[in-house]
C-alpha cells in the first residue's frame, strides 16, 4: 500500500508532470491569475534564500485532476514574496518555485502563514510559521519521518541481504519489522485520524491502492463541514466505484466455466472460507507464489478452506496444462478473456498474483494476502 520513493533524504517534495507543465506556463507570464470566487481568505509570507526576482506558483492540488493555478508572485531583491487572497473552499496548496518540488500547505480561511524555504542542491528544507499553520506543520513532520523510516529501511534491507550471520540476520529482520510497524502506525494516525485533508493530502501521496475504510473514515469528516468540497467529490467518486469490494461486503458473484466446461459460481462455495485467486500461465510470480499456496490449501482444505481460481488466460490448453503441471488441485474458472476477462474487471485487477479472501458468508475479509500474509490471516481463521 506504501509508496517509498516519493521523497529524498532531504524532504523533497516531487510533484507530478503536470505540475511542470503550469510553472512552465508561468515563466513568462507571473502576473496570470485566473479568477476565483471568494469565500475563504488566505495569506502566505515566504522567503526563498538567495532568490531574487523569481518565480513562485500557488496551486491547488487535486487527486482527480491536474494542478489547478491560483496565484503567482515574483520575489524582491530580498528573496521575499506574499501570496494573498481568497477561494472558494479550504484547499490544500502547493507553493512551487521549479519545476518539479514545491511545499505542501493547508490553506484555511484567516491563516497567515510564514514559510523560510532553505533549497540547496538536492532537495529542500523549510521552515513553517505563522497563525492556522498546525496543519501544514503536521504534514511535513510527516513528510520528514517517512523519509527517515524509508532511509532506514532501505538500509536495513540491504544489511539482510548481505549478513551471512544468522544472529545478525535475525536482529536486522527484527529491526525492520519494527520500523515497518512504526510506519504503518504513522501511516495510520494521519489517514484516520488527523484532519480530513491532512489524510487526503497523505491517501493520495503515500498509498499506492485506496483501501475502502480509509477513504470512507476521510469523507465522513468532510461531511460534517465541507461536503461541498471538491476534496469530498473525489472520494465519493472512488468510495461509489469501489464500495461494493469493501472489507465486510459480500464478494459480487463469478460465473464461469471449468475446464471440464461445466459451471461453477463462486457463491456455490459459501460455508467456507475462499481465497479468490486471479492468475494466469504466463505469469512468473504467479508460478513462484503457487509452493505457497499449494502448502495453505493442503493444510486447511479439510478444515473448510477452498480455492476459487480464475484464470487470465486466452489459450484452453495452456490453462488446463498449467493446472495439472503444477498439481493445482482446487477449483479454476476462466472466460478466456485475457485482461478483458469480466471477473477482473469486477474485481479492479490491475496485476497478478491478485487474491481476495472470504469468510463463510462470502463477506470478503482481506485482498491481495501472500505467503506468510495469507498464512497467518489463515491460522486466525482456522485456530
Known amino acids: 500500500m506504501f509508496k517509498t520513493t516519493l521523497f529524498s533524504i532531504l524532504f523533497v517534495f516531487s510533484l507530478q508532470s503536470q505540475a511542470s507543465t503550469v510553472f512552465t506556463n508561468l515563466e513568462f507570464n507571473a502576473d496570470k491569475k485566473p479568477a476565483k470566487a471568494s469565500k475563504i481568505s488566505y495569506q502566505i509570507k515566504g522567503t526563498l534564500d538567495t532568490f531574487k526576482n523569481h518565480l513562485i506558483v500557488l496551486s491547488q492540488f ?5 494542478l489547478i493555478l491560483i496565484d503567482s508572485v515574483r520575489t524582491n531583491s530580498k528573496g521575499e514574496f506574499t501570496l494573498k487572497g481568497n477561494y472558494p473552499t479550504n ?12 511545499i505542501p500547505l493547508i490553506i484555511e480561511n484567516g491563516c497567515d502563514i510564514k514559510v523560510t524555504i532553505n533549497p540547496n542542491t538536492n532537495g529542500l528544507n523549510y521552515e513553517l510559521g505563522g497563525t492556522k499553520v498546525h496543519k501544514s506543520q503536521n504534514m511535513y513532520d510527516f513528510i520528514k519521518s517517512v523519509t527517515r523510516l ?5 538500509a536495513l534491507e540491504q544489511q539482510i541481504a548481505n549478513e551471512a550471520d544468522a544472529k545478525k540476520m535475525q536482529m536486522y529482520q527484527f529491526m525492520f519489522a519494527s520500523k515497518q510497524q512504526e510506519l504503518r502506525m ?8 488527523e484532519s480530513p485533508l491532512e489524510s487526503y493530502f497523505v491517501l493520495f501521496n503515500f498509498t499506492s491502492e485506496y483501501e475502502i475504510p480509509v477513504v470512507k473514515s476521510i469523507m465522513q469528516r468532510l461531511e460534517a463541514n465541507e461536503k461541498a468540497s471538491p476534496y469530498y467529490a ?5 468510495y461509489d466505484n469501489n464500495k461494493l469490494l469493501a472489507e465486510g461486503e459480500v464478494a459480487p458473484d463469478i460465473v464461469l466455466n471449468q475446464p471440464n466446461g461445466k459451471v461453477l459460481k463462486l457463491s456455490d462455495l459459501k460455508g467456507k472460507v475462499v481465497l479468490i485467486d486471479f492468475w494466469a500461465s504466463w505469469c512468473g510470480p504467479c508460478r513462484a507464489e503457487f509452493p505457497n499456496v499449494k502448502r495453505v490449501y493442503s493444510k486447511y482444505k479439510d478444515q473448510g478452506f477452498e480455492i476459487f ?14 493446472i495439472n503441471a503444477l498439481g493445482l488441485n482446487w477449483r479454476h474458472v476462466s472466460d478466456l478473456k485475457y485482461w478483458s476477462s469480466a471477473p477482473a474487471k469486477l474485481y479492479k485487477v490491475t496485476g497478478i498474483p491478485f487474491t481476495v479472501l472470504l469468510d463463510k458468508e462470502g463477506r470478503i475479509i482481506a485482498k491481495n494476502l501472500r505467503g506468510e500474509e495469507l498464512e497467518r490471516k489463515l491460522e486466525e481463521l482456522f485456530p
Open 62 to 66: 487535486r487527486a482527480s485532476k491536474e
Open 91 to 102: 484547499f490544500i496548496a502547493y507553493v512551487q518555485y521549479t519545476q518539479n518540488i514545491a
Open 150 to 154: 524509508s532511509s532506514e529501511l532501505g
Open 186 to 193: 504513522s501511516m495510520d494516525t494521519m489517514l484516520l485520524y
Open 234 to 238: 473525489d472520494l465519493k467518486t472512488i
Open 309 to 322: 481460481g480464475v484464470s487470465l488466460d486466452k489459450d484452453s490448453a495452456a490453462w488446463v496444462n498449467s
